[in-house]
């Protein structure tokens, strides 16, 4: 009695093996199971995608939220300890609240713009890390500071965008990578 292979009969073993091996063969593919499968495979990249981008999106609302509450939290401070009663950046603006407020403002959608695009630049050139987040926090801070807000200094716009970019980095670190 000759096996697959055309040779003599095996053990008992054997036998078992070559039977699983047959159990467990897949039927042939079809074009149409083929072309399912792999819509499949794409829209589960897709879902992925789309969950990352809206787990980043988050990340950095919540990062500019909290970098402004910090930042403008550090001024006040800074201001105090120095002799000066409250925060006076303009004649408008006169304690910590109102300044993050403001903070926001400006921070949110500069973070947004900037940090979803970068984000996914960095990690498909390999150069996600927490130095170069915050080089570039620091960068669009110094950007924003230069622009003619006239109450916001540039130190503050600069801390303000490395405070950020610090806060996205540990987060992402956290939740997202």
């Known amino acids: 009695m000759n096996n697959e292979w055309g040779f003599l009969p095996h053990s008992g073993f054997v036998q078992q093996v070559i039977q699983n091996r047959r159990a467990k063969r897949r039927p042939a593919r079809t074009p149409q199971k083929a072309r399912r499968r792999l819509i499949l495979t794409l829209e589960l990249k897709d879902m992925e995608r789309q969950k990352q981008f809206l787990i980043i999106t988050g990340i950095l609302i919540l990062s500019g939220v909290l970098g402004s509450i910090l930042t403008s939290a550090g001024i006040g401070a ?100």
């Open 78 to 177: 800074y201001l105090y300890i120095s002799g000066q009663i409250g925060v006076a950046f303009s004649e408008h603006i006169k304690d910590t609240a109102s300044v993050s407020v403001l903070f926001m403002l400006v921070a949110v959608p500069i973070t947004l713009i900037l940090g979803v695009p970068a984000f996914f630049l960095l990690q498909r050139i390999h150069l996600l890390n927490g130095w170069v987040i915050s080089a570039i926090g620091a960068l669009a801070g110094w950007v924003t500071g230069l622009t003619p807000l006239g109450f916001i200094s540039v130190v503050a716009c600069i801390c303000q965008g490395v405070m950020t970019a610090i806060i996205s980095w540990i987060l992402l670190y956290r939740y997202a990578l």
